[in-house]
């Protein structure tokens, strides 16, 4: 059995459970103050080109929501998302149980706009009752999204520059940063995404991590006291050079992005297959996550070999469902994969 449907299945990669294995007697200071940890912080603030950015290191994704958002929103202020955005959807009321609201709005790519953001904010002032409201704090987004879909560069910049005129924090969430850096046509950058938002994090849980999220701070208000409300959440890690030692190895020498370039070319052979064999597409992804629209008898067929992911029912006779490529899928297991969906056809 192959396991496509998602990219977390496997540990780690090789050199990063090798330099766990090389550091592991060695004696350090504990929550994140130590050298592992400094110099992981170095080589990201080079790669954001941000040197007086704020980086603190954090277990999960989820985790990192909900410390990040709690931080930039008072108690009677919510969040504006995608109706898709994983905090909307997949955190099991997460940010609710801080006490904030997720502002959702509609989205069928898993994107919102700059226009969404201004209409929202406007809606809520111009209502005579507005004091009953959640009032929009703050803007999150993702990157890549919940469907697969990438920011353009100017659909960030619109973004940023709708957030700061009317003074709403800009928060990208990045658990699979990576692959839409990788991504087919995207033009945004790290260093991009340093000068447009106020906070972001680069995922290491779904990009070769065996756990970890980078928290990049640009915001010098966010800055303050921020290690005081990760471990206020228990997310201040007494090991955390355990997390330091992975981004180390996955910043150090571009090890983040070749896994990345890598996934994505392998899902984007599936995607061409599937053109190929005529089927349609839930999403226009160029990331790791794929949508296809198949044949339900054909994927009976492939569940006996292959897992993964139902999205949703588009009809009696298909649906459409999520196949994800990550550090540890194989060129032997997308040819695999895509011959089995050929002779299933």
């Not at 969404?116 to 209502?127: F, G, K, L, S, T």
């Not at 139902?310 to 298909?318: F, L, R, V």
Request: glycine share 8%; aromatic share 8%.
């Amino acid at each position: 059995m192959t396991r496509f449907e998602c990219d977390y299945t496997q540990g780690a990669h090789p050199r990063i459970m090798q330099r766990l294995l090389e550091t592991n007697m060695e004696q350090t200071s504990g929550y994140g103050n130590d050298e592992y940890c400094e110099r992981a912080r170095d080589h990201i603030r080079k790669a954001c080109e941000a040197p007086d950015a704020a980086v603190h290191f954090l277990v999960g994704g989820t985790q990192t929501n909900t410390t990040i958002i709690a931080a930039l929103l008072r108690p009677h202020q919510g969040v504006l998302s995608a109706e898709t955005g994983h905090i909307a959807g997949h955190e099991t009321g997460a940010i609710e149980a801080t006490g904030h609201k997720v502002l959702t709005l509609p989205s069928e790519d898993g994107k919102i706009t700059a226009a969404q953001v201004r209409r929202a904010y406007d809606e809520h002032w111009n209502d005579a009752t507005h004091e009953h409201m959640a009032q929009p704090g703050m803007v999150y987004v993702s990157q890549s999204t919940e469907n697969g879909t990438v920011y353009s560069l100017a659909e960030l910049t619109a973004l940023s520059e709708v957030c700061r005129e009317l003074s709403l924090p800009l928060f990208v969430d990045g658990a699979r940063l990576g692959y839409a850096l990788a991504a087919e046509g995207n033009d945004v950058t790290l260093a991009d995404l340093a000068r447009l938002t106020d906070v972001f994090y680069i995922g290491g849980t779904k990009v070769g991590a065996l756990m970890g999220e980078a928290v990049v701070i640009v915001n010098e208000a966010l800055k303050r006291d921020f290690r005081y409300l990760i471990k206020q959440r228990g997310g201040l890690l007494a090991k955390g050079r355990l997390l330091g030692v992975q981004f180390e190895t996955l910043f150090e020498d571009g090890l983040y992005m070749d896994i990345s370039r890598r996934a994505v070319s392998l899902a984007i052979q599936l995607r061409d297959a599937v053109k190929e064999m005529g089927f349609g597409f839930l999403h226009d992804s160029p990331t790791n996550q794929q949508f296809p629209i198949l044949p339900n008898e054909l994927l009976n067929t492939l569940a006996q070999k292959h897992t993964f992911s139902t999205w949703t029912t588009t009809d009696e006779q298909h649906t459409a469902v999520r196949f994800c490529t990550s550090w540890g899928t194989t060129q032997e297991e997308m040819d695999e994969l895509i011959a089995d969906l050929r002779a299933a056809q």
